[in-house]
């Protein structure tokens, strides 16, 4: 008998994965698309769909519904990747779609991630929606009137799917406790209460519910009877985990952004397009790196050059307007623009700073002097009394006091002199100077 090796070992499927739904009965949510005698439901019980797209944040079950159109349905059903997939790749398909539409074989192609679909790579598909050679599944977690090629969206029907509920999660929740699909063959004890935590804390995800329980349970204490006891500080560790919990490509995929972000901040231009390759040449949605390059413009460079956040938002259009893998060269630049401009997070700190003293004092009532008063009644209580309109000023500055009196001196912008902030570090120090000595007056 040859022996298995512990890598030989089967890996157990996901929660997610084991709970998907197969049947629309099983599925949760939707009833505006799929509840009794609802459209999008009697198309699927026909096998009479039509080319579609499906539009919804993610873990609301765009994917879901197209597999189970998948098993309803008598037509040859295909799944397309917007990143392995090219031109070439496309036009293949699509002329086997033709040979089956001459044997009377109807094509269902289900494209997920349409939005990453350049326009190039959407043309191909139109003749053959056109012609009614297949019949176009698509889903989108973007808005499709802007990611969608016009000719192709008016070939579709669009159905918008809405974020789940906390009581549709929780239901999620509670039917993967007790099915043997998921944990049902366990004994496993939570409480409804904190059941309803991960519901909430999934924010509409059921994807990202049922890992997190999936996390929770496995990281549960075992009794000496074998029950799985789930207890509140299983739950808050695991919850601090939530970007590692949805990704495809788990801890490294954030470990890799990670190492993009740093290598930008260390000024490493060579180190970071290297980090970039590894995301890109993975699969990586471009969406997201350039989100993230968005983000660090503002985060480490700030007002030392503020042309960065500009080439951050350039290179991110870029990025929607050609997708992969053109717009590899556009982050590329990105990366290498931000690696190589002056590093200042003065803005970042600036809101940090103020973000605490924000919490803390949420009921901090705003200056009557700079409150607006649209009625007499606000007249009468001094709302605006004593408002100093700068531009009325020469030198277009007053010593009008603006934050609440609690707050009175507190400053939370600190300039560095790195690139341009240089400048605005001698504009605040000349403002700062103007005010102490025209207070005093």
């Avoid at 001094?382 to 603006?402: I, P, V």
């Amino acid at each position: 008998m040859k022996q298995t090796s512990f890598l030989e070992q089967p890996v157990a499927e996901p929660l997610a994965s084991r709970m998907r739904p197969t049947t629309l009965d099983e599925f949760v949510g939707q009833k505006h698309l799929i509840g009794e005698g609802k459209l999008l439901r009697k198309m699927i019980e026909s096998d009479n769909v039509s080319s579609m797209i499906f539009w919804g944040p993610p873990g609301v079950g765009k994917t879901t519904l197209a597999k189970i159109i998948a098993t309803k349905t008598k037509s040859e059903f295909i799944t397309f990747s917007a990143v392995t997939s090219g031109i070439k790749e496309i036009k293949n398909v699509m002329e086997d779609a033709d040979k089956n539409r001459a044997m009377g074989i109807k094509t269902i192609l289900f494209v997920d991630e349409i939005h990453r679909f350049n326009k190039a790579q959407q043309d191909a598909f139109l003749p053959f929606v056109e012609k009614g050679a297949i019949i176009l599944i698509g889903a989108t977690t973007e808005n499709p009137s802007f990611e969608v090629n016009n000719a192709l969206l008016s070939r579709c029907r669009v159905f918008v799917l809405k974020e789940l509920t906390s009581d549709d999660i929780f239901t999620l929740l509670k039917r993967a406790i007790t099915d043997e699909k998921g944990f049902g063959k366990e004994k496993i004890e939570i409480s409804d209460d904190d059941i309803k935590i991960i519901a909430e804390f999934a924010n509409g995800d059921a994807r990202t519910a049922l890992t997190t329980l999936d996390m929770i349970i496995i990281n549960g204490e075992v009794d000496e009877k074998g029950a799985i006891k789930v207890s509140k500080d299983t739950i808050e560790e695991c919850l601090t985990k939530k970007t590692l919990l949805y990704d495809k490509n788990g801890e490294e995929h954030y470990n890799i952004i990670s190492a993009l972000h740093k290598s930008m901040r260390n000024s490493d231009p060579d180190a970071a397009v290297y980090w970039l390759a590894r995301m890109l040449e993975a699969g990586e949605d471009p969406i997201f790196v350039a989100r993230r390059i968005a983000r660090f413009a503002s985060e480490d460079i700030g007002l030392a050059d503020t042309n960065a956040l500009n080439v951050a938002i350039n290179v991110y259009h870029a990025c929607h307007f050609i997708g992969m893998p053109e717009c590899n060269v556009h982050l590329a630049e990105a990366v290498i623009y931000m690696s190589l401009a002056p590093k200042s997070n003065a803005c970042y700190m600036a809101y940090q700073n103020a973000s605490y003293d924000a919490k803390r004092m949420l009921a901090e009532p705003v200056p009557l002097v700079i409150r607006n008063a649209p009625t007499k009644l606000m007249g009468d209580l001094d709302y605006g009394k004593g408002y100093q309109y700068a531009h009325n000023t020469e030198d277009k500055l007053t010593t009008m006091e603006c934050m609440p009196e609690s707050l009175k001196g507190k400053t939370y912008y600190h300039p560095t002199t790195q690139g341009n902030e240089t400048k605005f570090k001698e504009r605040l120090e000349y403002i700062i100077k103007w005010k102490k000595e025209h207070s005093k007056k």
